[in-house]
């Protein structure tokens, strides 16, 4: 199996709900993360998860939450959205360890995402 | 990471060669070069990664001068589902970067029939 599975593909959510990304990859890697993308833009970083631990978060704000229960999921849990986080989240996994010499930027996994819109 | 700049967008017919150039010129001695291509609502995925001269794949060949400061992703004759967005990334994947898969603007690359 060498791809990432997103779940669910669409996602309509008001601002006053609670819901709920989730990421699944079954090719050992032990890095996981969540990338934001907006229309016609990059995708941009948001959590490192390295061995089921957060190593990174890009200054996201407390309204999106993380969590990886084990080296497989990855889960993003969402809580009080605004319209404007209405975007395309994207989530990728890469090769275990952490790289001691240089292998370039070759090794990363994406999902299809999830398109996620705020009303 | 070193900063990487490339064109906006470039149109192609099918059949034709696109070239897509990416200038890098603050790339460290142990960086690599690296192209993902994206298609609409999908992930990026990778497709060429080079460090000096030529490499070429099933995909696309990558050429990179002497000096390093820019390379060309050459797509050869181009078919309408090649119509993505192409990222070129700089960096060595060491501990300092590892994570930090950091993207540009990308090159939004249109086959027309």
């Known amino acids: 199996d060498t791809e990432v599975t997103q779940t669910p593909k669409h996602l309509v959510m008001g601002m006053t709900n609670k819901k709920s990304l989730k990421c699944e990859q079954h090719?050992?890697?032990?890095?996981m993360y969540w990338y934001k993308q907006k229309a016609k833009k990059p995708p941009e970083l948001m959590f490192v998860?390295?061995?089921?631990?957060?190593?990174i978060n890009e200054s996201v704000p407390s309204r999106f939450s993380p969590e990886c229960p084990n080296s497989s999921l990855l889960n993003l849990h969402l809580h009080a959205l605004q319209p404007e986080d209405s975007a395309l989240y994207l989530c990728?996994?890469?090769?275990?360890?952490?790289?001691?010499?240089?292998?370039?930027?070759?090794?990363?996994?994406f999902g299809s995402g999830t398109r996620l819109t705020v009303v | 990471l070193a900063k990487t700049t490339q064109p906006i967008s470039m149109d192609s017919y099918e059949g034709q060669e696109v070239n897509i150039t990416c200038s890098h010129n603050?790339?460290?001695?142990?960086?690599?070069i690296t192209w993902y291509q994206q298609f609409p609502s999908q992930g990026p995925r990778f497709i060429i990664q080079?460090?000096?001269t030529k490499v070429t794949n099933e995909v696309a060949s990558l050429f990179i001068p002497a000096d390093r400061k820019s390379s060309t992703l050459s797509l050869p004759r181009v078919s309408l589902s090649d119509t993505a967005v192409y990222y070129c990334?700089?960096?060595?994947?060491?501990?300092?970067?590892?994570?930090?898969?950091?993207f540009g603007a990308g090159t939004q690359v249109v086959v027309t029939p």
């Open positions: 998860y390295s061995y089921e631990k957060l190593s």
């Open positions: 990728a996994s890469s090769q275990d360890g952490v790289p001691t010499a240089g292998i370039g930027l070759y090794g990363y996994t």
């Open positions: 090719m050992g890697h032990r890095a």
């Open positions: 990334l700089v960096g060595e994947g060491t501990t300092d970067s590892w994570g930090k898969l950091q």
């Open positions: 080079g460090y000096k």
């Open positions: 603050n790339i460290a001695t142990n960086d690599y």
